[in-house]
């Protein structure tokens, strides 16, 4: 699929997914760990990213999946992207838990990050996106 990164667990290629994502005037990014249950997730978010396609095809949004698990421990490559700690703060917790969470980004910036089965289907998931991160295409 065009516009869709992903990385094997290790801190390098973590990092290379998280500095795209960065890079990327709007990003969705799925945090995955191998010590979770996220694995149920992985379809929900591959339907996600093909019906946002489908609706609208050529916008540059870009999906991403981190494997996060080499990072794990502190997850100080995500804690790193501006506005993670504030989001932290604001919460009174960390914002990965293992499960599933899906991270909006936009100029370098995270927005949101919220788990995905709180989403009953991709067109909730379209939906928040759009209100977050509104389509240029």
Known sequence: MR????????????????DNARASNRAVMFIDVDWAMTEIYHQQFAEFAVEYFKKHPTDSL????ADCTAVSKN??????????TTLMDDAGTAM????GEIAWLADGHVL??????DFATPSELIESTEDLLPADG
């Open 75 to 84: 997850y100080a490559s995500l804690r790193a992207i501006p506005g993670w």
């Open 62 to 65: 870009r999906f991403h999946f």
């Open 96 to 99: 990965i838990h293992g499960h």
């Open 112 to 117: 949101r990050v919220q788990k995905i089965a």
């Open 3 to 18: 516009l869709f990164e992903t990385a094997s667990a290790g801190q390098d290629n973590v990092q290379q997914v998280i």
